[in-house]
């Protein structure tokens, strides 16, 4: 469970918000103050979960601009509600007309915000949280002021928001090589935890995409598996270990885009599968999902002809959305878009017309239009022209009050250092999140009884190889990690960063530095035939030095490296997996993880090299 302030309630959500018979709705007394920290003085008051009928009062005192902004997910710039930094503020007044997160919710009324690393909104842990508390401090100091749900993508592996010293956990492919629902369930609880600590309750994960394209350029590793029942049973234990925790869980992204060789952060890209592949592959991890009693379900920017002929984007497809989600799978949750900013549904209509379209298929959550101007006024207009009804705002808007209202919000929104210090990044979730990640990592390819590498027999290692950059902006880069984590064990380490298209230069300087080493240790990070990066790995073989390929994002790799001597998956590169691969490496640990997708030959990609459920082991 998550634990809010002690002393804190919703002061005024309905009391300022929507009137005192509202109000006495609610609570039955009134609330105590709020430092400057979100701690709280004086005595708890009687607060209570509002209930529906109570939500619907409060829906009935709300002027039509408040209910269109608690459609709105919206991003801002700063590391604080009402004082970023000037580039900061510079950014928000360019792409919102607003100078900070106060003011988006002073002229926009928006229902909730997201964070994202880019957007400079998660420094570290106390900052995030008083981030949190200043955004509802900004919303409920408002005369009809409502609770903000506030979100982000905190799915672990290559998506992650909030980075060290929060525990960093293995990803959604990694859970899937582990093959545990305990611990890909317990991976999510304390990933809940740490994002309630920090005031962040809706999180877009997971990931209930089947990934059976390896060509996939979005998904990839982002998925359990290529098997839908295991991803199935893999994403119903993540929402019970996100919601167990208290936060919202969303899984994404229906109707399922884990066969696409598009990018629709850059394009529509079109799924052929037919209405009976659909109902086999993409559809069981939605089921599995609302059976689990999942808070929100993220929509898909891509086309699926076989389920709406129209060829609309899945985010403006009734079809799909109502016909499909809502009546046939008999999901009343809250629907939330993806980016309404990605060029996938952007590419058909006009930024206008996106949100009313949305709405229209039946979204209830708009996230992150390019212009929140653009968006907001068009929907204001929809419902003043008639295409959209009140009726069928206030739909959604109950909707998103009853999930507000479901996490606690309205009892009590704000959070405390205190709690931030007992929970994120504690001793034994670091500690959890080691043992997890080690029963993931996967031996695919091994010859001579390498491994584990012994410091008797290679004690003198080179480690080389790709650097990407960390995706919560707090971990590696990989080849440090790798390397601290093999001193610490005693080894002596050289290390080379070379990059993922590793120039003749720097490949001549890898093969120079591989003399005299009892081994190589390289990073991989999606490797092609006739790369930089393999020939980098077949330049080091051919020094006779034994060769340790770590395929540090997608296990597909391991195809194109047949000079390598052992090749090892770790799904992703963030520290905590690489630490477990390398004890894995020097037998600190076996290797327990299998593949949870097959590995295609290289010459011939209609083949198989390696099934799901391959691992090798020592």
Same mark, same amino acid.
């Given at each position: 469970?998550?634990?809010?302030?002690?002393?804190?309630?919703?002061?005024?959500?309905?009391?300022?918000?929507?009137?005192?018979?509202?109000?006495?709705?609610?609570?039955?007394?009134?609330?105590?103050?709020?430092?400057?920290?979100?701690?709280?003085?004086?005595?708890?008051?009687?607060?209570?979960?509002?209930?529906?009928?109570?939500?619907?009062?409060?829906?009935?005192?709300?002027?039509?601009?408040?209910?269109? &902004?608690?459609?709105?997910?919206?991003?801002?710039?700063?590391?604080?509600?009402?004082?970023?930094?000037?580039?900061?503020?510079?950014?928000?007044?360019?792409?919102? &007309?607003?100078?900070?997160?106060?003011?988006?919710?002073?002229?926009y009324?928006?229902?909730?915000?997201?964070y994202?690393t880019?957007?400079?909104?998660?420094?570290?842990?106390?900052?995030?949280?008083?981030?949190?508390?200043?955004?509802?401090?900004? @919303?409920?100091g408002?005369?009809?002021?409502?609770?903000?749900?506030?979100?982000?993508?905190?799915?672990?592996g290559?998506?992650?928001?909030?980075?060290?010293?929060?525990?960093?956990?293995?990803g959604?492919?990694?859970? &899937?090589?582990?093959?545990?629902?305990?611990?890909?369930?317990?991976? $999510?609880?304390i990933?809940?935890?740490?994002?309630?600590?920090?005031?962040? *309750?809706?999180?877009?994960?997971?990931?209930?995409?089947?990934?059976?394209?390896?060509?996939n350029?979005? =998904?990839? %590793?982002?998925?359990?598996?290529?098997?839908?029942? %295991?991803?199935?049973?893999?994403?119903?234990?993540?929402?019970?270990?996100?919601?167990?925790?208290?936060?919202?869980?969303?899984a994404?992204?229906?109707?399922?885009?884990? +066969?696409?060789?598009? +990018?629709?952060?850059?394009?529509?890209?079109?799924?052929?599968?037919?209405?009976?592949?659909?109902?086999?592959?993409?559809?069981?991890?939605?089921?599995?999902?609302? $059976?689990? &009693?999942?808070?929100?379900?993220?929509?898909?920017? =891509?086309?699926?002809?076989?389920?709406?002929?129209?060829?609309?984007?899945?985010?403006l497809?009734r079809?799909?959305?109502?016909?499909?989600?809502?009546?046939?799978?008999?999901?009343?949750?809250?629907?939330?878009?993806?980016? *309404?900013g990605m060029?996938g549904?952007r590419?058909?209509?006009?930024?206008?017309?996106?949100?009313?379209?949305?709405?229209?298929?039946?979204?209830?959550?708009?996230?992150?239009?390019?212009?929140?101007?653009?968006?907001?006024?068009?929907?204001?207009?929809?419902?003043?022209?008639?295409?959209?009804t009140e009726?069928?705002?206030?739909?959604?808007?109950?909707?998103?009050?009853?999930?507000?209202?479901?996490?606690?919000?309205?009892?009590?929104?704000?959070?405390?250092?205190?709690?931030?210090?007992?929970?994120?990044? %504690?001793?034994?979730?670091?500690?959890?999140?080691?043992?997890?990640?080690?029963?993931?990592?996967?031996l695919?390819?091994?010859?001579?009884?390498?491994?584990?590498? @012994?410091?008797?027999?290679?004690?003198?290692?080179?480690?080389?190889?790709?650097?990407?950059?960390?995706? @919560?902006?707090?971990?590696?880069?990989?080849?440090?990690?790798?390397?601290?984590?093999?001193?610490?064990?005693?080894?002596?380490?050289?290390?080379?960063?070379?990059?993922?298209?590793?120039?003749?230069? /720097?490949?001549?300087?890898?093969?120079?530095?591989?003399?005299?080493?009892?081994?190589?240790?390289?990073?991989?990070?999606?490797?092609?035939a006739?790369?930089?990066?393999?020939?980098?790995?077949?330049? *080091?073989?051919?020094?006779? %030095?034994?060769?340790?390929?770590?395929? =540090?994002?997608?296990?597909?790799?391991? $195809?194109? *490296?047949?000079?390598?001597?052992?090749?090892?998956?770790?799904?992703?590169?963030?520290?905590?997996?690489?630490?477990?691969?390398?004890? /894995?490496?020097?037998?600190?640990a076996?290797?327990?993880?299998?593949?949870?997708?097959?590995?295609?030959r290289?010459?011939?990609?209609?083949?198989?090299?390696?099934?799901?459920?391959?691992?090798?082991?020592?």
């Amino acid at each position: 469970m998550h634990h809010r302030s002690p002393g804190t309630s919703r002061r005024a959500v309905l009391a300022a918000g929507a009137g005192a018979a509202a109000a006495a709705t609610v609570s039955t007394s009134a609330s105590a103050a709020v430092g400057p920290q979100g701690e709280a003085s004086g005595v708890r008051p009687a607060a209570r979960r509002p209930t529906r009928a109570q939500l619907r009062q409060l829906l009935s005192r709300m002027s039509l601009e408040e209910k269109v &902004g608690q459609l709105f997910v919206m991003r801002v710039y700063g590391h604080t509600a009402t004082d970023p930094d000037p580039a900061d503020v510079d950014a928000n007044l360019k792409e919102l &007309g607003v100078r900070d997160a106060a003011e988006l919710i002073s002229t926009y009324h928006v229902g909730g915000i997201i964070y994202f690393t880019w957007a400079r909104n998660t420094r570290d842990p106390h900052q995030i949280a008083e981030l949190s508390n200043g955004i509802q401090r900004a @919303s409920l100091g408002r005369r009809n002021g409502l609770p903000v749900l506030i979100s982000t993508d905190q799915e672990h592996g290559i998506v992650c928001r909030v980075g060290a010293p929060a525990t960093l956990l293995p990803g959604a492919m990694a859970l &899937g090589a582990g093959g545990s629902r305990t611990d890909t369930r317990r991976a $999510a609880h304390i990933a809940g935890a740490e994002l309630a600590a920090l005031g962040i *309750l809706q999180n877009y994960a997971p990931d209930a995409d089947v990934n059976v394209n390896p060509a996939n350029p979005v =998904i990839g %590793v982002r998925s359990f598996s290529s098997d839908p029942q %295991v991803v199935a049973d893999l994403v119903a234990a993540q929402v019970k270990g996100y919601q167990g925790a208290g936060v919202a869980s969303c899984a994404k992204h229906f109707p399922g885009h884990g +066969d696409t060789t598009t +990018d629709s952060h850059e394009a529509l890209p079109t799924i052929h599968h037919t209405r009976e592949e659909w109902e086999r592959l993409d559809a069981p991890p939605f089921r599995a999902a609302i $059976a689990a &009693g999942i808070d929100s379900i993220m929509t898909a920017h =891509i086309v699926v002809p076989s389920l709406d002929p129209a060829e609309d984007p899945a985010t403006l497809s009734r079809p799909i959305l109502t016909g499909i989600l809502r009546e046939e799978l008999g999901y009343d949750g809250v629907v939330v878009t993806d980016s *309404l900013g990605m060029e996938g549904v952007r590419t058909k209509y006009g930024d206008d017309r996106v949100p009313v379209l949305a709405l229209l298929a039946g979204v209830d959550q708009l996230l992150n239009p390019p212009s929140i101007k653009v968006a907001y006024d068009a929907v204001l207009a929809a419902v003043r022209d008639g295409e959209l009804t009140e009726e069928r705002i206030d739909t959604s808007v109950l909707r998103v009050l009853e999930l507000k209202a479901k996490r606690g919000l309205f009892e009590d929104p704000y959070v405390t250092r205190r709690e931030v210090d007992r929970t994120v990044g %504690v001793r034994p979730h670091l500690a959890e999140a080691d043992r997890i990640a080690e029963r993931t990592t996967t031996l695919l390819a091994h010859r001579d009884g390498l491994l584990p590498l @012994s410091r008797r027999t290679h004690r003198d290692l080179l480690v080389v190889g790709a650097d990407p950059a960390s995706p @919560s902006g707090t971990t590696g880069p990989p080849t440090a990690t790798l390397t601290e984590e093999l001193t610490g064990l005693g080894f002596r380490v050289t290390t080379l960063s070379t990059g993922t298209a590793p120039t003749q230069a /720097v490949i001549d300087a890898a093969v120079a530095a591989a003399g005299g080493k009892d081994a190589v240790v390289v990073g991989t990070y999606n490797v092609a035939a006739g790369s930089a990066q393999q020939k980098l790995v077949r330049a *080091l073989a051919a020094t006779g %030095v034994p060769v340790v390929a770590l395929a =540090i994002r997608n296990p597909y790799d391991v $195809a194109h *490296l047949p000079e390598a001597d052992a090749v090892l998956a770790t799904y992703s590169w963030t520290d905590v997996e690489l630490r477990a691969a390398v004890r /894995v490496l020097a037998g600190r640990a076996r290797p327990r993880g299998k593949l949870p997708v097959p590995v295609q030959r290289a010459d011939d990609p209609s083949k198989e090299l390696l099934p799901v459920g391959f691992g090798l082991r020592y």
